[in-house]
């Protein structure tokens, strides 16, 4: 309960979240423009993308 507390507290998971938004994601997307590689790009409360095997 303490760990849960704390990161209510230092509002981690909102700052994940911004990270995700403002930096992972749009590097991601800049990423993906310009390797074929990589696939689907998708932001926001979680970021993720798909690579694909050439």
Known sequence: MATINAMRG???V???ARLGREV???G???LAAKH???GEVRCGDSTAST???R
């Open 36 to 38: 074929p590689s990589v």
């Open 10 to 12: 230092e509002k981690m």
């Open 28 to 30: 991601l997307v800049e």
């Open 51 to 53: 690579l694909h095997r």
């Open 24 to 26: 992972f994601g749009p």
């Open 14 to 16: 909102e700052h994940a």
